[in-house]
C-alpha cells in the first residue's frame, strides 16, 4: 500500500551495529504496527502503539525498541543487531471503526541481514 | 483471538474460481474474519473481511457458515497474479494482534 512506507528497503549490518527502520504513512490513522516475519512463517507481532502516547510490546518485543515521533511516524530499533534478527520486518496502520473493525494496511517490507 | 485452520497449498486453473477453506471453530461472537493475502515477500494486501453476512467486494466473496465456525474465500475468475499465500485470521475488536498463522499458498496454473 502505497499510503505506508518503509526505509530502508534493504539493509545489511553487522551484529553489534544499532539499527533503525523507519516506518511513515499517509493515512491519518492513529495505531500503528511492527511485525517481522522469518522465511516461510506467518507474521509475529513486535510492538503497537494506538497513539502518539501508547505504546505496548507484542509477543517478540526483546531486543528490539520503537519509537513514535508523531502519528504519522513510528520508528523501530535494533540496539545491538545478531544474526537470528536477520529477517522481514513490516510496518502497518489501522483505524478502527465504530462497527468493531480494525483491517490493518501494511508497508512494503524492509528486508534486513545481520552478519 | 481464535486461531485458524488452513490446508498448506491448493492448485487452480488461470480462470476457473479458486475457493480457499477456513477453519475457526472456536470464533466467539465479537470476532470478524479478515482474509489477507501476500504475493512472494511483499506487505500482505487486505483482501476482505466479515463478521456473519457473506461479503462480496472488487476482490473477492467471503462465504461464512451459519455457525460461523468456516469460512471459504472466493476469487471468481483466478489470474496468474493471484498465485499468493492467502490468510485467513480471526480478530476481535478489542485484541491487537492479527495472529497470520503459516496460510494457503495458492498456486494459478495456465
Known amino acids: 500500500d502505497a499510503d505506508v512506507t518503509q526505509t530502508p528497503r534493504n539493509r545489511i549490518t553487522k551484529t553489534g551495529k544499532r539499527i533503525m527502520l523507519e516506518c511513515s504513512q499517509t493515512?491519518?490513522?492513529?495505531?500503528m504496527y511492527w511485525y517481522r516475519q522469518d522465511p516461510g512463517l506467518g507474521l509475529q507481532l513486535i510492538y503497537y502503539?494506538?497513539?502518539?502516547?501508547?505504546?505496548n510490546k507484542g509477543e517478540i518485543s526483546d531486543g528490539y525498541s520503537v519509537s513514535r515521533q508523531a502519528q504519522a511516524k513510528f520508528s523501530l530499533s535494533l540496539e545491538s543487531a545478531i544474526p537470528n534478527q536477520t529477517a522481514l520486518y513490516f510496518c502497518?496502520?489501522?483505524?478502527?471503526?465504530?462497527?468493531?473493525?480494525?483491517?490493518?494496511?501494511f508497508g512494503p517490507g524492509t528486508r534486513l541481514t545481520v552478519l | 483471538d481464535a486461531k485458524t485452520t488452513q490446508p498448506p497449498s491448493m492448485d487452480c486453473a488461470e480462470g476457473r474460481a479458486a475457493n480457499l477453506p477456513c477453519n475457526h471453530s472456536?470464533?466467539?461472537?465479537?470476532?470478524?474474519v479478515y482474509w489477507y493475502r501476500q504475493i512472494h515477500s511483499q506487505g500482505p494486501q487486505y483482501i476482505i473481511h466479515?463478521?456473519?453476512n457473506n461479503e462480496t467486494n472488487e476482490m473477492a466473496s467471503l462465504i461464512i457458515t451459519e455457525d460461523r465456525k468456516s469460512s471459504t474465500l472466493i476469487l471468481p475468475h483466478a489470474t496468474l497474479r493471484d498465485t499468493a499465500v492467502y490468510y485467513c485470521?480471526?480478530?476481535?475488536?478489542?485484541?491487537?494482534?492479527?495472529?497470520f498463522g503459516s496460510g494457503t499458498k495458492l498456486n494459478v496454473k495456465p
Open positions: 472456536t470464533i466467539s461472537g465479537n470476532e470478524y
Open positions: 466479515g463478521l456473519k
Open positions: 502497518a496502520t489501522s483505524d478502527p471503526t465504530g462497527g468493531g473493525t480494525d483491517t490493518q494496511y
Open positions: 485470521i480471526v480478530k476481535g475488536y478489542n485484541f491487537n494482534k492479527f495472529y
Open positions: 502503539s494506538f497513539d502518539v502516547k501508547d505504546i
Open positions: 493515512k491519518g490513522h492513529d495505531r
